[in-house]
């Protein structure tokens, strides 16, 4: 079956900009993730999703991200006026209700900030 | 942010050997898991561990959840060259649904 897929694969955009990074998680999984990495270094988390709710946001850096599943599948990942520092590559993991600890990743959205 | 104390940061070995890699944490976690991360891919769920002592093989890849709950092990026997990548140890912790990472160990590989 088909994994979880992240439009687009790269993004590059300039400082002060708005971005939106999607993720299509995998069919039937409730749970969704995002997490950041940046170069040389392991992913961190973001937030989570439960169904249509963020039910951990505490890995979001500042009021400048923010991220909405309004229907419970697909997920959109917002920066406002972005930063250089911004710069990473954004995975989105989802995990199915029958296996909650196991999360399965897509291949990440390349973001640079110029 | 916080992240795991994963060892060693990159190793270089011949093909044919094993290899050994580990990760601490100063606080006890639920799940262990494994991942391998190739470039340009996100990371690829290896093995998952769900008890205090479990050992769990997949295929020539063992990993160990520590007894402690603070450790864990990932070895490779035989090593080969599709082998090659970056590893990384995730912890989970009761009632949180979030994964904290290492930093990885880069694996290369000469044939």
């Known amino acids: 079956g088909a994994g979880v897929s992240q439009t687009p694969s790269n993004k590059v955009t300039e400082k002060g900009k708005y971005v939106e990074l999607r993720c299509d998680p995998i069919s039937g999984h409730t749970a969704l993730y995002w997490y950041r990495q940046s170069l040389g270094q392991g992913p961190e988390f973001l937030i989570y999703?439960?169904?249509?709710?963020?039910?951990?946001d505490s890995g979001l850096p500042n009021d400048r991200f923010f991220a909405v599943r309004p229907e419970g599948s697909v997920s959109t990942l917002k920066i406002q006026r972005t930063e250089r520092g911004d710069s990473a590559v954004y995975l989105c993991?989802?995990?199915?209700?029958?296996?909650?600890?196991?999360?399965?990743f897509g291949p990440g959205t390349r973001l640079l900030v110029l | 942010g916080q992240q795991l104390n994963q060892s060693p940061q990159s190793m270089f070995i011949q093909e044919g050997e094993d290899v050994s890699m580990n990760c601490t944490s100063s606080?006890?976690?639920?799940?262990w898991l494994w991942y391998k991360q190739e470039p340009g891919e996100g990371p690829v769920l290896l093995i998952a561990l769900y008890k205090a002592g479990e050992l769990t093989s997949n295929g020539r890849l063992t990993a160990q959840f520590g007894i402690t709950r603070k450790d864990s092990f990932l070895n490779i026997s035989a090593s080969i060259p599709s082998d090659v990548g970056i590893y990384f140890c995730a912890g989970q912790r009761q009632g949180a649904q979030k994964l904290v990472f290492g930093q990885g160990t880069r694996l290369t590989i000469n044939p």
């Open positions: 999703f439960q169904g249509t709710g963020a039910a951990d």
């Open positions: 993991a989802s995990s199915p209700p029958w296996d909650p600890e196991t999360q399965y």
């Open positions: 606080s006890i976690f639920n799940t």
